[in-house]
């Protein structure tokens, strides 16, 4: 069974939790002006821990950093490398990537507020805070030290009270870290879907849902003269940078709250315009399931009746999208499947199902598994709350409303890109064609002349009804990746550059041991890979 997670001192909180309690909360992205100041700030920065969690919590703080702020702060060429392609390009450095996830037209780097055409910030610094209690958190931060080794972009959010700015509860299904070892992945038992997923699809340096460790920096000792970071699992000779450490996804989005539900009431003027929002959605406004099973016990799925009646179900039981359309919001972003579309089942089903001949599942073989493919979201709102009533009313002022969306994940192409593109934004998914997230979508042609801005509705009897055009509603206004370390690897980056005859390293992807040539380069250099 895979080893339990034990090493909760050297976690940031935010594996464990969002800081639900701490309802104020502030991101500060940090570009370095004096590198000597900030490795200093670094270095004494007080980072909650899971560990710390034990207690009760009046604030908290969690740091994280961009691959163009491990190089401004000295990180050696040979460690950068180490990490994810995708970390060391960046969200906004590949014009194919961009593509992939929507960031083309109004979603184009060009326009952001930050990252993009403005350059990557260097760190991510998120403060949470007891009501009332945030700006005095601030002032103990954002000392004159602070103010001088740092510009400063502020990202405020604010307490929607579970809600987000369209109006739906939100938050209410979320993986669930498997800190025991408790499930051995590869096993008949994930034929059926879950939430319990491995801790190496969220912690580097565990094994992940293949049973294998992810690619992580592997550093020679000579290169840790301090003995600051832990042994790898995989190779004790080596030190591990990336050890309890996740990647970052960060994503700006500006949602047009007014302009989603005077859209919907003008589809639905005769009073049906809430279930229209719903089916878009996938969930009732209220964060209630449109599939009404009763509640299921599934992996990492709680005993309570709140948590069984919210998440205790899975879309086998509506084959056709009769219940929540195909195209639905949540059912894209996690279309809660197994390794065996509609679970285990008999000898003679799973045959068929292989063969994609399962007339009960006619689309069963066109989705892949969840397990793979599972986030851990941190995101919070900011701008002000209206009610869905009070955004209809052409005379509502703009709320200026959005979500700053946050995820972990530890392999930001195969888990955070693989949903936005394969399964958010392509036009063709679970047999769909001509249509992409109905939230989400940034409704241009894909490929030209191809449309996609489409919503399928199905039908009991006939063919299914068909809204367009929709408008974009979700417009991205800035986004990064950033690596979320551990606490020991923290405090290694803030000795800045590592010493010693580098001009290779070791690296280890899922397992396999590669060799990359790596050229010694100086802080704020390009990355050969």
Same mark, same amino acid.
């Given at each position: 069974?895979?080893?339990?997670?034990?090493?909760?001192?050297?976690?940031?909180?935010?594996?464990?939790?969002?800081?639900?309690?701490?309802?104020?909360?502030?991101?500060?992205?940090?570009?370095?002006?004096?590198?000597?100041?900030?490795?200093?700030?670094?270095?004494?920065?007080?980072?909650?821990?899971?560990?710390?969690?034990?207690?009760?919590?009046?604030?908290?703080?969690?740091?994280?950093?961009?691959?163009?702020?491990?190089?401004?702060?000295?990180?050696?060429?040979?460690?950068?490398?180490?990490?994810?392609?995708?970390?060391?390009?960046?969200?906004?450095?590949?014009?194919?990537?961009?593509?992939?996830?929507?960031?083309?037209?109004?979603?184009?780097?060009?326009?952001? @507020?930050?990252?993009?055409?403005? #350059?990557?910030?260097?760190?991510?610094?998120?403060?949470?805070?007891?009501?009332?209690?945030?700006?005095?958190?601030?002032?103990?931060?954002?000392?004159?030290?602070?103010?001088?080794?740092?510009?400063?972009?502020?990202?405020?959010?604010?307490?929607?009270?579970?809600?987000?700015?369209?109006?739906?509860?939100?938050?209410?299904?979320?993986?669930?870290? @498997? +800190?025991?070892?408790?499930?051995?992945?590869?096993?008949?038992?994930?034929?059926?879907?879950? *939430?319990?997923?491995?801790?190496?699809?969220?912690?580097?340096?565990?094994?992940?849902?293949?049973?294998?460790?992810?690619?992580?920096?592997?550093?020679?000792?000579?290169?840790?003269? #301090? *003995?600051?970071?832990?042994?790898?699992?995989?190779?004790?000779?080596?030190?591990?940078?990336?050890?309890? #450490?996740?990647?970052?996804?960060?994503?700006?989005?500006?949602?047009?709250?007014?302009?989603?539900?005077?859209?919907?009431?003008?589809?639905?003027?005769?009073?049906?315009? @809430?279930?229209?929002?719903?089916?878009?959605?996938?969930?009732?406004?209220?964060?209630?399931?449109?599939?009404?099973?009763?509640?299921? !016990?599934?992996?990492?799925?709680?005993?309570?009746?709140?948590?069984?009646?919210?998440?205790?179900?899975?879309?086998?039981?509506?084959?056709?999208?009769?219940?929540?359309?195909?195209?639905?919001?949540?059912?894209?972003?996690?279309?809660?499947?197994?390794?065996?579309?509609?679970?285990?089942? *008999?000898?003679?089903?799973?045959?068929?199902?292989?063969?994609?001949?399962?007339?009960?599942?006619?689309?069963? @073989?066109?989705?892949?598994?969840?397990?793979?493919?599972?986030?851990?979201?941190?995101?919070?709102?900011?701008?002000?709350?209206?009610?869905?009533?009070?955004?209809?009313?052409?005379?509502?002022?703009?709320?200026?409303?959005?979500?700053?969306?946050?995820?972990?994940?530890? *392999?930001?192409?195969?888990?955070?890109?693989?949903?936005? #593109?394969?399964?958010?934004?392509? !036009?063709? &998914?679970?047999?769909?064609?001509?249509?992409?997230?109905?939230?989400?979508?940034?409704?241009?042609? &894909?490929?030209?002349?191809?449309?996609?801005?489409?919503?399928?509705?199905?039908?009991?009897?006939?063919?299914?009804?068909?809204? !367009?055009?929709?408008?974009?509603?979700?417009?991205?206004?800035?986004?990064?990746? &950033? &690596?979320?370390?551990?606490?020991?690897?923290?405090?290694?980056?803030?000795?800045?550059?590592?010493?010693?005859?580098?001009?290779?390293?070791?690296?280890?992807?899922?397992?396999?041991?590669?060799? +990359?040539?790596?050229?010694?380069?100086?802080?704020?250099?390009?990355?050969?890979?």
């Amino acid at each position: 069974m895979p080893p339990p997670v034990t090493e909760l001192d050297d976690i940031q909180a935010l594996l464990k939790g969002g800081f639900g309690d701490l309802t104020e909360a502030v991101f500060l992205l940090l570009t370095i002006t004096d590198p000597d100041g900030a490795r200093a700030w670094l270095a004494g920065a007080r980072v909650t821990s899971v560990a710390d969690m034990r207690e009760h919590l009046t604030s908290a703080m969690q740091v994280a950093v961009t691959a163009a702020g491990l190089a401004a702060l000295g990180l050696d060429a040979a460690a950068l490398a180490g990490f994810s392609a995708e970390f060391v390009t960046g969200m906004s450095g590949d014009e194919a990537r961009a593509r992939r996830l929507g960031d083309v037209g109004a979603n184009a780097p060009a326009g952001w @507020d930050w990252g993009g055409a403005r #350059g990557d910030p260097h760190l991510l610094v998120m403060l949470y805070a007891a009501p009332g209690d945030l700006g005095a958190l601030r002032d103990k931060v954002e000392t004159a030290d602070f103010r001088s080794a740092f510009t400063v972009l502020a990202l405020p959010t604010i307490d929607m009270k579970g809600r987000e700015p369209f109006g739906f509860v939100d938050g209410v299904s979320q993986s669930v870290l @498997d +800190w025991a070892g408790a499930r051995t992945p590869g096993t008949a038992a994930d034929c059926d879907y879950g *939430n319990l997923i491995a801790a190496g699809e969220f912690l580097l340096g565990y094994p992940n849902e293949y049973g294998r460790l992810t690619r992580r920096p592997l550093l020679e000792p000579a290169h840790d003269p #301090g *003995n600051i970071l832990p042994a790898a699992a995989d190779d004790p000779t080596r030190r591990d940078l990336g050890r309890n #450490g996740s990647y970052l996804v960060l994503r700006q989005l500006s949602q047009d709250v007014r302009g989603f539900w005077r859209w919907v009431r003008s589809q639905e003027p005769r009073g049906s315009a @809430d279930a229209l929002a719903e089916a878009m959605v996938g969930r009732g406004l209220s964060g209630e399931a449109l599939i009404a099973t009763g509640g299921r !016990a599934l992996r990492g799925v709680g005993p309570k009746a709140d948590d069984l009646r919210l998440n205790g179900f899975t879309y086998d039981g509506d084959p056709r999208g009769l219940a929540c359309p195909f195209g639905g919001h949540v059912r894209r972003a996690n279309p809660r499947t197994g390794d065996m579309p509609g679970g285990v089942g *008999n000898w003679l089903t799973r045959q068929l199902r292989r063969l994609g001949l399962d007339r009960q599942d006619p689309r069963a @073989d066109v989705v892949a598994a969840s397990r793979f493919h599972r986030i851990l979201r941190r995101g919070r709102e900011y701008g002000r709350f209206i009610e869905p009533a009070q955004a209809a009313d052409p005379a509502a002022d703009d709320p200026a409303g959005g979500l700053h969306f946050i995820c972990l994940a530890a *392999n930001i192409a195969r888990q955070f890109e693989f949903i936005q #593109g394969a399964w958010l934004m392509s !036009a063709k &998914f679970g047999g769909l064609t001509g249509e992409q997230d109905p939230l989400l979508g940034n409704r241009l042609p &894909f490929p030209p002349g191809v449309a996609t801005d489409g919503f399928s509705i199905p039908q009991a009897a006939g063919a299914a009804r068909k809204v !367009a055009p929709l408008p974009q509603f979700v417009t991205v206004r800035g986004d990064a990746y &950033f &690596f979320l370390p551990g606490l020991r690897a923290l405090r290694f980056i803030a000795r800045g550059a590592i010493s010693g005859e580098r001009d290779s390293t070791r690296l280890t992807q899922d397992g396999e041991t590669t060799h +990359w040539q790596v050229s010694s380069l100086a802080a704020g250099g390009d990355v050969l890979l």
